[in-house]
């Protein structure tokens, strides 16, 4: 069974940066298409960027040339590199699998944006 832990969450002010990891156990996840994905209270999880096995990158209009989302096969982590922080952003966020999240869901890691 693949277990997913996030980290690097944290409280930031607007316009400011953070960078997340999801690092995953017991699997390669060289083959796997990943993606980061968020949540608010009372609304659905939402993608916001995704990662191909190939390395192709995907985002959300939302997060477009703010969000990068990056891939380190042999450490079993994807990473997101967060700029520009708005206090829209503010969510926990989750890695999974993607089109469709196939593992468990981890804790996620809180990322909140106020001044």
């Known amino acids: 069974q693949v277990q997913l832990v996030e980290s690097g969450g944290g409280l930031v002010q607007p316009g400011g940066s953070l960078r997340l990891s999801c690092a995953a156990s017991?699997?390669?996840?060289?083959?796997?298409?990943m993606g980061w994905y968020r949540q608010v209270p009372g609304k659905e999880r939402e993608l916001v960027a995704a990662i191909l096995s190939n390395g192709i990158t995907y985002y959300a209009d939302s997060v477009k040339d703010r969000f990068t989302i990056s891939r380190n096969n042999a450490k079993k982590t994807i990473y997101l590199q967060m700029n520009s922080l708005k206090p829209e952003d503010t969510a926990v966020y989750y890695c999974n699998t993607r089109p469709q999240p196939m593992w468990a869901w981890g804790q996620g890691t809180q990322v909140t944006v106020s001044s």
């Open positions: 017991g699997r390669t996840l060289s083959f796997n298409h």
